[in-house]
């Protein structure tokens, strides 16, 4: 079975919440057969507000990205989420 890699933006709820915040809450419940990037790159919003971009591998099977995406849209520090890429590995 192969592996897809996803990046997706991910903005935080409020000015309070750091990048490294944003990072910490995704790896503490994070499903162990996705695999995230370690140290984030950091995105500039606006109002203070600063992102990441998330980059994950996740198995190629069905409903292993919606998974993912509901993980994250779950978590209250999680204001949204945007897939900029998608590809095969």
Wanted: hydrophobic content about 40%; proline content about 7%; glycine content about 6%.
């Amino acid at each position: 079975m192969g592996e897809v890699l996803l990046v997706y933006e991910i903005r935080p709820e409020s000015v309070d919440v750091t990048p490294k915040k944003l990072e910490e809450e995704v790896r503490n419940g994070l499903d162990p057969k996705f695999q995230m990037q370690d140290n984030p790159e950091e995105k500039p919003l606006f109002f203070g507000m600063v992102g990441i971009i998330g980059q994950f591998i996740i198995p190629e099977e069905d409903g292993a990205q919606d998974q993912l995406e509901e993980f994250l849209n779950s978590l209250e520090e999680i204001s949204s989420i945007q897939m900029t890429f998608v590809t095969r590995l």
